[in-house]
């Protein structure tokens, strides 16, 4: 049963620890088998998943959620949900169809194709994509592309919803993804968040067209307070874009803009500093001492930018409280940098001082363990192919406040 908070309100996330109730998923499904040795670093996977496999340790993923009174809502079957509204089923079709590389009689094909699928089929098809031989559209651009071509790419990175949309308060944000490959994701969420009856009338504070930010970047380290990493995904626009959106609405009182490393393993500030506690986070000990943080607040008009600080100390000071301790796991650089590969720092609490691991980041979880952390281990070895973790998997909707 759906838990609703007091103000009757059934989601409506204001830190990364408060006891998870209500989790966004996306279980992994045919997206994944069009992943080839030829497409799987455009499509940003680092290896050729199986499929079976993923779906059973996300099944697992799942449950463990579920044995902790999470409610588990599904990409998928919202996005089907939602497409029983004739006016989502236009918009998406419209969205999946724009590609220029299509041209005009490919792209009228595939409309009224499109249009004749119930909305289960729709929804597979916008995941899974089509290729160029599933269809028999006729015509100049169907004739001069290859066979194995898609026509409207798969989707594998849905796998990671925490990246496509982001709740901060009450107000959903639907990001703007930096990497082509991800671009579309957005445009079903925002389909989601605009026509699923569950989500009706909710409050908007970002969507898919402005400038980039990624969900991954953005963590509630506690009311009012979010750091936003920048970096190869968000753009220094765009957590400007997005303190100056969540400022004029009064969801936050401090942004703390975050550069981090431009690389594919630092590729979002969850992939090296996750909160496992409301005064704890767990951070990558290889860039644990470098990271600086800009504390961007308001004066109701302007933004004003402070000068650069030691995160934790940026961090500290916008919560209001002393110190915000550091797991320190206490890991030699390459064990580190191995454990960090693997996701080990892209936990997700599911209350304060309980979070969710791959269990084959066995000695960065040790050392959570030994600081008081309870550690609830999941098997990832195809899920990981992805490069995302627990975090990176679920995106929550509702989460209780933290005791104060
Ligand atoms: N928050 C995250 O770090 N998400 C992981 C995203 C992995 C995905 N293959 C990507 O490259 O975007």
């Not at 830190?15 to 109730?21: A, I, M």
């Not at 040795?37 to 799942?62: M, S």
Request: proline share 5%; glycine share 8%; net charge negative.
């Amino acid at each position: 049963m759906t838990e609703t908070r007091q103000d009757g309100r059934a989601y409506g996330v204001d830190s990364e620890v408060g006891p998870l109730r209500t989790v966004m998923l996306h279980r992994p499904g045919n997206e994944l088998r069009r992943l080839t040795p030829r497409n799987n670093d455009k499509l940003l996977f680092d290896g050729i998943p199986w499929v079976g496999r993923a779906q059973d340790e996300h099944d697992a993923f799942a449950q463990a959620l579920r044995d902790r009174d999470v409610e588990v809502l599904y990409l998928g079957e919202l996005l089907t949900e939602a497409l029983d509204d004739p006016a989502a089923r236009a918009q998406a079709i419209t969205g999946a169809t724009e590609d220029l590389r299509l041209g005009d009689t490919l792209r009228d094909y595939l409309r009224a194709a499109l249009g004749e699928l119930d909305p289960a089929q729709l929804a597979e098809t916008l995941m899974a994509g089509i290729r160029n031989d599933e269809v028999r559209a006729g015509g100049l651009v169907t004739s001069l592309l290859a066979h194995e071509d898609f026509l409207i790419d798969p989707l594998p990175n849905l796998l990671f919803t925490r990246d496509s949309s982001v709740w901060i308060r009450d107000s959903v944000a639907v990001t703007s993804l930096a990497m082509p490959a991800r671009m579309r994701e957005t445009q079903l969420t925002e389909v989601i968040y605009t026509y699923h009856p569950r989500f009706a009338g909710v409050d908007k504070v970002y969507d898919h067209q402005l400038e980039h930010v990624e969900g991954g970047d953005v963590l509630a380290l506690g009311p009012g307070v979010l750091a936003v990493g920048v970096g190869e995904r968000t753009t220094p626009a765009g957590v400007e874009r997005l303190a100056q959106r969540v400022f004029a609405k009064d969801l936050a009182h401090t942004v703390l803009a975050v550069p981090i490393a431009q690389q594919r393993a630092t590729m979002h500030l969850d992939t090296v500093c996750t909160m496992v506690d409301t005064d704890a986070v767990l951070m990558y000990p290889n860039m644990a001492e470098q990271m600086r943080a800009l504390a961007v607040t308001t004066d109701g008009d302007q933004l004003h930018v402070a000068e650069p600080e030691p995160f934790l100390v940026a961090a500290a000071k916008a919560l209001g409280i002393d110190t915000l301790r550091r797991i320190d796991t206490g890991l030699d650089p390459v064990t580190a940098e191995r454990e960090q590969w693997d996701d080990g720092n892209n936990t997700l609490a599911v209350a304060p001082r309980v979070c969710i691991a791959y269990e084959r980041t066995v000695e960065t979880n040790a050392r959570l363990e030994e600081s008081g952390i309870e550690v609830v281990r999941i098997s990832g070895s195809e899920l990981g192919s992805g490069r995302g973790g627990p975090r990176c998997m679920s995106c929550p909707v509702l989460r209780a406040p933290t005791a104060t």
